[in-house]
């Protein structure tokens, strides 16, 4: 053996003890981190959850005076919303009222039941 060189008996020609794991689908998983990361973010996950509880739609402006911060701020965080599909919007003259997805609906009704909210 040369001078630095550290043989490594464990692993030359030894067979692996473990199958390696499963493969996994790269488009399930981007679309999952996609999901994740929009409800990763204080304002936008109160958004989400106050959107899910209104009835039929919230608007903008109505969102804005909730959350205590700026229509740009709502409206980018909304926008980040819609594109992962946690929300739909409609206009109506010239307001945008969103609402929630059924995949919202779901995931909304898995993190209550993990923290045992419907008990």
Known sequence: MRD??????????ADT??????????????????VLTAMGNDTRYELLRRIANAGDGVCVCDLEATVGVSQSAVSQALSRLYTAELVTRRKEGSWRYYESTETTAALLETLDDLRGAHE
């Open 4 to 13: 630095g060189a550290i043989a490594d008996e464990t692993t030359e020609g």
């Open 17 to 34: 003890c473990c199958a390696p794991p499963g493969d996994i689908d790269s488009d399930a998983m981007a679309t999952d981190l996609q």
